[in-house]
């Protein structure tokens, strides 16, 4: 087994594929808010303490140079989303490539890609979860007033 530590500032030019077996993003208001209050509270507690977001199990897919994520596809995209809120380009995208891509899900990857590239308006297809998870992030930094410190805690 191989165990690696990243964060979004250190996960260098990995990139990462929601395989098509994978269950849609499903994570509502409720669960984007808890890993925001738990991530929260643990700066508040220590900030040299870093907070543990769990395991993301992976199978390299040697021809397409990227990751499929086996494990862990709902918290990583909640940290694309949280990319896209704080505004992390360099760990968005990898050669100018979205770091996070969706097997046969088309209207998902158009999505992200929307966010990632300015914000642009989204045409058609509005990945509803996707955009509420965005909004509850926005929400969250508003009302606690969270520093630059804290954006920079979640990042590293």
Do not use: C
């Amino acid at each position: 087994m191989t165990e690696n530590r990243f964060t979004p500032a250190t996960i260098g030019m990995h990139k990462f594929t929601i395989p098509l077996y994978q269950r849609l993003f499903e994570w509502e208001e409720e669960q984007v808010q808890q890993l925001l209050n738990d991530l929260f509270s643990a700066f508040k507690t220590n900030k040299e303490n870093p907070y543990y977001i769990g395991v993301l199990t992976v199978f390299k897919e040697e021809s397409q140079g990227r990751y499929s994520l086996v494990d862990g596809q709902q918290r990583f995209t909640v940290l694309m989303l949280m990319g896209i809120a704080l505004g992390w380009s360099e760990f968005l995208k990898v050669n100018d490539e979205l770091r996070l891509t969706f097997f046969a899900r088309e209207n998902d990857e158009t999505y992200l890609t929307s966010k990632v590239d300015d914000n642009l308006p989204v045409k058609g297809y509005i990945n509803a979860k996707m955009d509420k998870a965005i909004e509850v992030i926005h929400s969250f930094l508003r009302k606690e007033n969270t520093s630059e410190q804290f954006k920079t805690y979640i990042k590293e």
